[in-house]
């Protein structure tokens, strides 16, 4: 047991007998009150491209949880549905209890480096830990992902204001840049609608700008993950199939499937209004598939820039491992001019020292700026 003293530093202690007796009487509880508390349902599926947690003898959502965090987590999903009635105050509740769950689970490991408990998909998997934690979620004044540090993440998501630093190249250091969001008449809050992006459904309406990030080829099951949170809410079923390449032909397949989730996109799209995503791979396969997708969707790509995506620390400064994305910005051919390309991997790494790029990353440069050339426009 971690427990914090009173003005105090943090200690372990061995648990005792009323440690013991709580975990039974939350057993206990959790049994009498599982029929009448939300939870999460449905079984595990055993067709999966990646065979965890089925292969640790985990079979359904449930098994994932102990009582005592099913308890809390099930307290708090009722009390939101019984006592908030703004919609758009409960998704907030929601959005954050969801967010517990990925601290609050039985697969947390313990950060020795950091001192503190590791979520689940810090890795993008079902890792087994070799120390799991049960974190106290209504501590209130420490522990990563309590309750009250999920709902205050999202409360802080309610401003006119986002303040974030960004790399200055000439000043090679990063600077503080500050984003405003006016909430003017006909402000709306943003719908959510769980469709296929390929999908032609007419209620999706026309798009100023669109901003996404689509997977990146390399068989991270997102559709797997998220059944992790969707079980809560009774929605393991997505609108559409995932995508992923097939092993056949990976590149014809990915290709020509994100192709026609972009060709949707132009067809809502308001005149040449520009279409950005970010994208990183160091196998060029993935970068081929991009600009297949790009062709099949009559896209030219107007403008490329590196961004920081994966911090240099814990496990993704493995040298194999994407740190940096591309952001790529297109528009639709017509209208666009083209034009040779001025960017290059040299170029990009001189303006980023001293930060570090890796040989994952030149690679990955390399393929994005040879996607781009044959692509490369100016909009008019």
Not at 284 to 300: M, T, Y
Not at 337 to 362: R, T
Request: charged fraction near 25%.
């Amino acid at each position: 047991m971690e427990e914090t003293q009173v003005n105090g530093r943090r200690r372990l202690r061995i648990p005792n007998k009323a440690d013991a007796e709580n975990e039974l009487e939350a057993a206990q509880q959790w049994e009498i009150q599982r029929e009448f508390l939300p939870r999460p349902e449905g079984e595990i599926r055993a067709t999966r491209s990646d065979e965890r947690p089925r292969s640790y003898g985990i079979t359904s959502y449930e098994e994932l949880f102990t009582p005592r965090q099913l308890l809390v987590l099930g307290h708090a999903f009722r009390w939101i549905q019984n006592n908030v009635r703004e919609e758009k105050f409960r998704r907030a509740l929601e959005l954050a209890i969801s967010n517990c769950l990925a601290t609050n689970n039985k697969l947390c490991g313990y950060a020795t480096d950091y001192g503190r408990l590791s979520a689940l998909f810090s890795v993008r998997g079902y890792s087994l830990p070799v120390l799991t934690v049960e974190l106290n979620p209504l501590h209130d004044t420490a522990g990563r992902g309590t309750v009250g540090a999920c709902v205050e993440r999202v409360a802080k998501s309610d401003t006119k204001q986002v303040r974030r630093h960004i790399w200055d190249s000439q000043a090679s250091k990063p600077v503080p840049s500050t984003f405003s969001f006016d909430r003017g008449e006909g402000w709306s809050w943003v719908g959510l609608k769980n469709a296929t992006s390929a999908s032609d459904d007419g209620s999706i309406s026309k798009i100023d700008v669109a901003v996404f990030d689509p997977p990146y080829f390399d068989f991270i099951a997102y559709d797997e993950l998220s059944e992790f949170h969707r079980a809560w809410f009774g929605e393991l079923e997505l609108a559409g199939d995932p995508l992923l390449p097939e092993s056949d032909d990976p590149v014809q397949s990915f290709g020509t499937r994100l192709g026609i989730s972009l060709s949707e996109m132009v067809k809502r799209a308001r005149g040449g209004k520009p279409f950005a995503f970010t994208y990183h791979s160091s196998n060029p396969d993935a970068w081929k598939a991009v600009g297949l997708a790009l062709d099949n969707a009559q896209l030219a790509v107007t403008q490329l820039w590196p961004v920081r995506s994966d911090g240099h620390m814990g496990h993704h400064s493995n040298p194999g491992n994407c740190e940096w994305d591309v952001v790529v910005v297109c528009r639709p051919r017509v209208g666009a001019v083209k034009q040779e390309i001025s960017h290059s991997v040299d170029s990009w790494v001189s303006e980023m020292k001293p930060l570090n790029v890796n040989e994952a990353d030149i690679r990955n440069f390399n393929f994005a700026i040879q996607m781009a050339q044959s692509r490369f426009a100016k909009a008019l």
